[in-house]
T-cell receptor, first 118, second 114 residues
Framework: AQTVTQSQPEMSVQEAETVTLSCTYD???????LFWYKQPPSRQMILVIR??????QNATENRFSVNFQKAAKSFSLKISDSQLGDTAMYFC???????????????FGQGTILTVHP | DSGVTQTPKHLITATGQRVTLRCSPR?????VYWYQQSLDQGLQFLIQ???????AKGNILERFSAQQFPDLHSELNLSSLELGDSALYFC?????????????FGNGTRLTVT
């Protein structure tokens, strides 16, 4: 079974500071994307950032960046200059399935609740 | 706005009843996924359709079924409802079913079974 582990159930950070959310995963896919999704209190699932496993360069989207370590199967999310609007639950997701049969479906971690304090 | 539309937003029903959740994918997306989000199980993949055909099944109960219609909208049918079926049900869509096609989620349907 594919597993995604987020070891931090809750995190908090002061506004304007930096926070890192951890994620480890297990997949038998050869090439794949990894994703971070954000779920604010409105409960909508919003794609934050994605990383292609074959790219060595870590993905960056404005204040969001990842630290991807393929050998360790680690995929952490760094949020710089945290804003109050970043308060949400964050989910790490990896492909679900084996041997190219994932067909795009994802396995999600249990989530990390991030609270940004003013 | 992701472009994925789910109706209804909220649904309250009694045990033993049957409900239908509806999803309209983003324009141009051929693949539809259903996920269940509950407090104890997190986000669980239920089922996937691609261009009208079932492609993959996850932890979907036999009491649940789904289909994707020729206009690509999808419906998730939940029957003989139990208290434990109370959850947030998400629909997501993607352009293809390939590994590099990100999922775009709707706002979910909150189901409460009393």
């Amino acid at each position: 079974a594919q597993t995604v582990t987020q070891s931090q159930p809750e995190m908090s950070v002061q506004e304007a500071e930096t926070v890192t959310l951890s994620c480890t995963y297990d997949t038998s896919e050869n090439n794949y994307y990894l994703f971070w999704y954000k779920q604010p209190p409105s409960r909508q699932m919003i794609l934050v950032i994605r990383q292609e496993a074959y790219k060595q360069q870590n993905a960056t989207e404005n204040r969001f960046s990842v630290n991807f370590q393929k050998a360790a199967k680690s995929f952490s999310l760094k949020i710089s200059d945290s804003q109050l609007g970043d308060t949400a639950m964050y989910f790490c997701a990896s492909p679900h399935g084996a041997g190219g049969t994932s067909y795009g479906k994802l396995t999600f971690g249990q989530g990390t609740i991030l609270t940004v304090h003013p | 706005d992701s472009g994925v539309t789910q109706t209804p937003k909220h649904l309250i029903t009694a045990t033993g009843q049957r409900v239908t959740l509806r999803c309209s994918p983003r324009s141009g997306d051929l693949s539809v996924y259903w996920y269940q989000q509950s407090l104890d199980q997190g986000l669980q993949f239920l089922i996937q359709y691609y261009n009208g055909e079932e492609r993959a099944k996850g932890n979907i109960l036999e009491r649940f079924s789904a289909q994707q219609f020729p206009d690509l909208h999808s419906e998730l049918n939940l029957s003989s409802l139990e208290l434990g079926d109370s959850a947030l049900y998400f629909c997501a869509s993607s352009v293809t079913q390939a590994w590099n096609s990100p999922l775009h989620f709707g706002n979910g349907t909150r189901l409460t079974v009393t």
